[in-house]
């Protein structure tokens, strides 16, 4: 059994479309589904939870699925922010680990990241999962191929990164901001679940993975968000299913 994690509603509806889902049910308010993933002749049970926004909302959902499941690993995938500024509108990112930016105990000497008390700060993903997704084909869409055309990329430009992301309870939008994250921690991307997810599954013991794709560049510019979000679903979807082939695959 796969679990498949999403916090938003359209990145969470590019997956369900392609899967047979033998039971779908809310559990206070959220979105629970569980079926078999289906290829020709390769097939994976799996289960796909809508979290949504933040830190508290998916460490909370993600818990009740993992009791309800007991899947034998994770994989969360969703939009994120640029803050490497090599990182570009499109580019899909897997978590080589995660951490909370906004985890801030350094009036006790702690650690800017760390959990007070536990010595866990960055959380790594899978390695085993972590280079499946690499192996996974860069995917292409015209919207992507239309704003590169509009602001091209380098040559040598890389589509695909592994590196950290942060995860924190706001949107980010400063590029002053930005710059900070990206010079403190070291990281390509930002969003708003993965940490607490991530440690979630730290705690069960189940292998996880984080995948995002750059929606926007954490600079203030929320329409590219908004515009970008059904490029970062179908990608999503892309990433999900070749996956789940090379998981059935292996038996």
């Not at 390695?127 to 091209?152: G, I, K, T, Y």
């Not at 590219?224 to 789940?244: A, T």
Request: proline share 5%; glycine share 6%.
């Amino acid at each position: 059994m796969t679990l498949l994690v999403s916090a938003l509603s359209a990145e969470a509806e590019a997956v369900a479309a392609h899967s047979d889902w033998e039971k779908e049910y809310d559990w206070n308010g959220y979105a629970f589904r569980r079926g078999v993933w289906t290829d020709g002749s390769y097939s994976e049970p799996i289960a796909l939870i809508q979290t949504g926004v933040g830190k508290t909302q998916s460490a909370m959902v993600t818990q009740r699925a993992i009791d309800e499941f007991e899947p034998e690993r994770i994989i969360m995938f969703g939009a994120a922010g640029a803050l490497d500024p090599d990182v570009r509108i499109g580019d899909i990112v897997v978590a080589s680990d995660v951490l909370q930016h906004d985890l801030d105990a350094t009036i006790l000497g702690i650690e800017k990241g760390t959990i007070p008390y536990t010595g866990i700060r960055q959380i790594p993903s899978d390695p085993e999962l972590v280079a499946m997704a690499m192996e996974v084909p860069v995917p292409e869409s015209a919207e992507l191929a239309a704003f590169d055309a509009e602001n091209p990329p380098e040559p040598d430009h890389k589509r695909v990164r592994r590196g950290r992301i942060v995860s924190g309870d706001e949107f980010v939008s400063d590029p002053f901001y930005r710059i900070e994250l990206n010079e403190e921690f070291e990281a390509l991307a930002v969003e708003m679940e993965g940490a607490s997810v991530a440690l979630v599954a730290l705690v069960n013991h189940v292998p996880f993975v984080l995948i995002r794709t750059i929606s926007d560049r954490s600079d203030g510019s929320a329409m590219e968000f908004e515009q970008f979000l059904g490029v970062c679903s179908s990608f999503s979807w892309h990433y999900v299913s070749h996956m789940l082939r090379t998981i059935a695959s292996a038996g």
